[in-house]
């Protein structure tokens, strides 16, 4: 089995992040696996972005939670990156799923709950994907494994991974407690003897944010489950020799 590529946030090396254009290009270079995140709006919208506020990637400021969607919609989400982009949006999850209703690899929802801001995000997500991309396989990964916790209850069925800077005293343990398959590792933790130890508990390994052409490499020799990555096609091209 190969190590998959999962586009961060999209291509985000080459296209404004967390952007419908991110995700075709994602789509475009053909990256197994596509890597966003999730935020609610005022009025209960489950938006795409990075952030909490909307400062760094639109021409706006100020809280996403202390705005609607349509208020949202106002912003330009991509001149920041490239005037090339202007007219840009930020987009919401169900734009997301409609455009990739070809896209055949894995999505990874990231729930952005780290201060918990979003009370029933997770029970809004899960209704959207049954709703309009029910064959998709998502896996939905957190820093608060508390937000895991609530989706599995949401769906028993769902593929869960603990968003980690470190190695936990006792990852397998608390990775079954929390009823995650995988384990979603900053990448000087996973480029170590743990990911090797975890995958023989049966703990898939990504590692985040490989960028660097011989991290990818070290990567592949590694074995890890897949890598996610700022540059899905440089990686792609990589693994192609590999
Ligand atoms: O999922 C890996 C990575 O996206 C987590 O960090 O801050 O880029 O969302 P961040
Ligand atoms: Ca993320």
Do not use: C
């Amino acid at each position: 089995m190969h190590t998959a590529v999962f586009a961060h946030r999209g291509s985000k090396s080459n296209r404004p992040e967390n952007t419908l254009a991110a995700f075709e290009e994602a789509m475009r270079v053909g990256s197994d696996g596509i890597e966003l995140d999730v935020h609610l709006t005022k009025d209960k919208q489950v938006v795409v972005m990075h952030d909490e506020k909307i400062d760094r990637t639109t021409n706006g400021k100020g809280q996403i939670k202390n705005y609607s969607l349509a208020e949202l919609k106002q912003f330009d989400a991509g001149s920041w990156f490239s005037p090339k982009y202007k007219g840009e949006r930020i987009p919401t999850l169900v734009q997301v799923l409609e455009l990739l209703s070809d896209f055949s690899g894995i999505l990874n929802i990231e729930f952005k709950t780290d201060r918990n801001v979003y009370p029933g995000i997770e029970l809004k997500v899960a209704q959207f994907v049954r709703q309009y991309r029910a064959d998709l396989p998502v896996v939905y990964s957190s820093f608060n494994h508390e937000s895991l916790i609530r989706m599995k209850k949401i769906d028993p069925n769902a593929e869960l991974a603990l968003l980690l800077w470190e190695r936990l005293a006792d990852p397998w343990r608390y990775t079954q407690q929390v009823g995650a398959t995988a384990q979603h590792l900053w990448q000087p933790s996973a480029l170590s003897e743990t990911a090797h130890q975890l995958q023989q508990h049966g703990i898939k390994v990504r590692a985040w944010t490989v960028n660097k052409p011989k991290l990818m490499q070290l990567s592949f020799e590694m074995g890890l489950d897949a890598i996610i990555t700022d540059y899905p096609e440089v990686a792609l091209d990589l693994r192609a020799n590999f």
